[in-house]
T-cell receptor
């Protein structure tokens, strides 16, 4: 399973765009990149998943360069409610033996 | 459409006791995974159930066991509780091998005293 490296913590101000980068140098050909958000005392919540280039949904964008050795989660115009831990996960969800391996994530604090 | 439901939400047990945690997956999901999350850490994979069988397992002792029922709901059992078993236990459900992501419940907070 590909190991991921993320910053331990980040601070931002309301209304700013936040970019969280995840490094996954040994990503495999069939691996996807998935990001989850977790608030205290709640389970993680799926944000976005992608394989290459750019994926966008109503809450975030995911940028994946051609070599796929890193990815960047972009949160536009964050608010105080975006304060949470963000996890980057890498793996092949079609393998039949896929399981999420969580790291310690990135603690994002949004300031007023 | 209900998401993943876990019960109970909180539980206090004494060392050496046994505990059973329950999970009802999201409608349409057939796979259930269990995670243990200690304070300040990321969730750690315990095991995954599909078609009522344990499909894969993380690095947890045999004191941790589980079951999946025909309706896809699941139980996590922990025997001979240790103080170190105190954690948030999360259940996640998925379908199609999880290719569309997992849906997590809010967890059961277990405190062992």
């Amino acid at each position: 399973l590909a190991k991921t490296t993320q910053p331990i913590s980040m601070d931002s101000y309301e209304g700013q765009e936040v970019n969280i980068t995840c490094s996954h140098n040994n990503i495999a050909t069939n691996d996807y990149i998935t990001w989850y958000q977790q608030f205290p005392s709640q389970g993680p919540r799926f944000i976005i998943q992608g394989y290459k280039t750019k994926v966008t949904n109503e809450v975030a964008s995911l940028f994946i360069p051609a070599d796929r050795k890193s990815s960047t989660l972009s949160l536009p115009r964050v608010s105080l409610s975006d304060t949470a831990v963000y996890y980057c996960l890498v793996g092949d969800p079609t393998s039949g033996t896929y399981k999420y391996i969580f790291g310690t994530g990135t603690r994002l604090k949004v300031l007023a | 459409d209900a998401g993943v439901t876990q019960s109970p939400t909180h539980l206090i047990k004494t060392r050496g006791q046994q505990v059973t945690l329950r999970c009802s997956p999201k409608s349409g999901h057939d796979t259930v995974s269990w995670y243990q999350q200690a304070l300040g850490q990321g969730p750690q994979f315990i095991f995954q159930y599909y078609e009522e069988e344990e499909r894969q397992r993380g690095n947890f002792p045999d004191r941790f066991s589980g079951h999946q029922f025909p309706n896809y709901s699941s139980e996590l059992n922990v025997n001979a509780l240790l103080l170190g078993d105190s954690a948030l236990y999360l259940c996640a459900s998925s379908s199609d091998w999880g290719r569309y992501g997992y849906t997590f419940g809010s967890g059961t907070r277990l405190t062992v005293v």
